[in-house]
């Protein structure tokens, strides 16, 4: 983007969205009515254009000729995070941070983030320009929105989102969306490793381009008259990632890969069966990582709903208190931390016996087994060495 300016880039993904909300609402894939607030002279009058009996089509099929896929992917991927977000809502987050923000309005449109604390950090220049807009629009700045401005080349990410209020120990959604493409090595690797620095289980979704547009950008279809507007807007792709090194790569900074989807893909999920003559922007990839390195043991539980995950502590619970009401405490195992999990407390916490007392306490357990187990198979053979118990 031009210093002193907003991201040209940014109004124009408005428009796309502004031109899609003006869909009936049973044939559009997303609904930003936000959006053609955004736009500045010319962009506006596309807008009136596309309200003209018949200008939307024209508008939309004049666009996709222009910039084959652009469109159509910015379209799809704003209903892919806005449902990625809405999912997260229902699983708990606590706070949402919009790195890179734009001109992105679901802090404004999605009624349930009003709840919560939203961070939208950007370019002072975008972001000055966003501001005077929702000024417009609602009088004042809706106070649930923390602005950080900031410039990802230069600045120090960390320090300024803790002035801003963020909470590291907090569940977190970060969303970053179309910014990678534009920024160095170093700036994504710096801005992933602190995204890994999020509580545990929080979740990153971000955008990135196929590392083979960089460099062989003709194998891609319309790419000749993207990159043309892009330098003409101050604007070019300096990064990206191979997909089949995304999983490793982001490993490699605390981060596990839970999808992986290309503008193909997406525009599938959203367009059905019209996508399959969509053409253009297919190196355009979303991905969504949670925090922490996958504990494939558990992995069942990134899968479960909010329902199914209380339902497994209930069975969790139910079995501790049978183990802890079945020994008695002092006459098995030694367990305050798994009795700790339990929210009525153990008090007071049993103490370990001496060896007599202990000896004959495993002989009255053994007692009992005899009593409530009378048909459980038995064994002869001795115990495993000691320390693997």
């Given at each position: 983007m031009r210093e002193g300016h907003a991201s040209r880039t940014a109004e124009q993904n408005a428009l796309f969205r502004a031109l899609e909300s003006s869909r009936p609402e049973r044939e559009r894939v997303c609904h930003d009515p936000l959006a053609r607030h955004f736009l500045t002279w010319p962009l506006t009058l596309v807008t009136r254009l596309a309200a003209i009996p018949g200008g939307a089509t024209f508008v939309s099929s004049f666009i996709d000729r222009r910039w084959p896929g652009v469109r159509s992917s910015v379209v799809a991927r704003t209903r892919l995070i806005d449902d990625a977000i809405a999912a997260a809502l229902d699983n708990g987050i606590e706070q949402l941070v919009i790195l890179g923000a734009g001109f992105d309005s679901r802090a404004y449109r999605m009624s349930r983030l009003r709840a919560l604390d939203v961070f939208e950090v950007d370019h002072p220049d975008t972001q000055a320009a966003k501001q005077g807009v929702l000024k417009r629009v609602f009088s004042t700045l809706p106070t649930h929105v923390r602005f950080v401005a900031i410039d990802f080349k230069r600045d120090d990410l960390t320090s300024m989102m803790r002035s801003a209020g963020y909470r590291d120990s907090a569940r977190t959604f970060i969303l970053w969306e179309g910014v990678t493409n534009y920024l160095t090595d170093g700036a994504v690797d710096s801005t992933l490793r602190w995204c890994s620095g999020a509580s545990a289980g929080s979740l990153l979704l971000f955008t990135y381009v196929h590392r083979d547009v960089l460099t062989h950008p003709s194998s891609y279809t319309g790419?000749?008259?993207?990159?043309?507007?892009?330098?003409?807007?101050?604007?070019?792709?300096?990064?990206?990632?191979?997909?089949?090194?995304a999983p490793q790569y982001l490993a490699e900074r605390g981060l596990s890969l839970e999808q992986d989807l290309g503008a193909a893909e997406y525009r599938a999920r959203y367009f059905g069966a019209e996508a399959r003559r969509m053409r253009g922007h297919e190196f355009y990839r979303v991905a969504l990582a949670r925090v922490g390195r996958r504990d494939t043991m558990d992995e069942d539980l990134h899968r479960m709903s909010r329902e199914q995950l209380l339902e497994e502590v209930k069975k969790l619970r139910r079995g501790i208190r049978g183990h802890r009401d079945s020994t008695g405490h002092q006459l098995c195992w030694h367990?305050?931390?798994?009795?700790?999990?339990?929210?009525?407390?153990?008090?007071?916490?049993?103490?370990?016996?001496?060896?007599?007392?202990?000896?004959?306490?495993?002989?009255k357990y053994r007692q009992s087994l005899d009593q409530q187990l009378p048909d459980a198979p038995r064994t002869r053979e001795a115990y495993p060495a000691s320390g693997s118990a």
């Open positions: 790419t000749k008259n993207l990159f043309a507007s892009l330098e003409k807007a101050g604007e070019r792709l300096t990064f990206g990632i191979d997909p089949s090194h367990h305050p931390a798994l009795w700790g999990l339990l929210p009525e407390k153990t008090d007071p916490i049993p103490v370990v016996p001496d060896w007599p007392q202990f000896l004959n306490g495993c002989l």
